[in-house]
């Protein structure tokens, strides 16, 4: 069991996660015309928050994770919520096949930086994507590794934008922008600390 498959029954009850989710997906729709007619890919959904938020604004949402606790808790949601667009997916792109399926756009909340291979994981992103598609990536900004206190440290410490804007132009991506869309608050020992979450736009070439 995962530390996230531990974590996976208490995951909504925390409000800062609910409000990130809703300001992810509000600033997902300024930044791309989104439609009904368009297939996503949630990679990373957790227990389904931002593809909730968005679930009335695109077509069918193939939800991916490699925790099965939280694909669980997010099949319970989807069954009692009675929607009908959203499919969970148990897929770990470090180690599975690629999907065959092809996606209008990929999306992603505080994923990135739980993924060890970032170059691997961005040309992965590409391959699945329709011409033109979009990728939609919502995560840390760099920061001094106070942000994760518990066991699921093991990650990258954030992002600096203008490396990750290398890294994803040289995965095939271009028109990159950022935009800081959220800020969680956390207690560092005695003192409050912010920390910016960015959404970082690119689209297949």
């Known amino acids: 069991m995962t530390n996230f498959d531990e974590r996976a029954k208490d ?10 989710a809703r300001a992810v997906a509000d600033a997902i729709r300024k930044a791309i015309p989104l439609t009904q007619n368009m297939t996503a890919l949630e990679y990373g959904c957790g227990t ?8 009335s604004d695109v077509g069918q949402i193939t939800l991916a994770d490699t925790s099965q606790g939280m694909l ?7 069954a009692s919520s009675g929607v009908t667009n959203m499919h969970p997916m148990r897929l770990d792109l470090a ?17 990135l930086h739980h993924i060890r291979d970032t170059d691997d994981i961005l040309r992965k992103f590409h391959a699945l994507l329709e011409p033109t598609g979009y990728l939609l ?19 990258h410490m954030g ?3 203008e490396e990750l804007w290398k890294k994803v132009e ?8 950022f935009s800081t869309v959220y800020e969680i608050a956390k207690k560092i020992g005695n ?3 912010t920390f910016p979450i960015f959404l970082m736009v690119a689209q297949k070439h």
């Not at 999907?99 to 999306?107: F, S, V």
């Open 191 to 193: 003192k409050k600390k």
């Open 72 to 78: 669980d808790v997010l099949g319970e949601k989807i």
């Open 159 to 161: 992002f600096d934008r």
């Open 95 to 111: 180690t599975d096949p690629l999907p065959t399926e092809r996606y209008d756009l990929t999306y992603s909340l505080m994923t």
């Open 11 to 20: 995951w909504d009850s925390d409000p800062q996660k609910v409000e990130r």
């Open 137 to 155: 990536a919502a995560d840390l900004d760099k920061e001094d590794g106070t942000f994760h206190t518990d066991s699921s440290a093991d990650v």
């Open 170 to 177: 040289s995965a095939g991506f271009g028109n990159v922008k």
């Open 48 to 55: 389904g928050l931002l593809s909730f938020a968005l679930q």
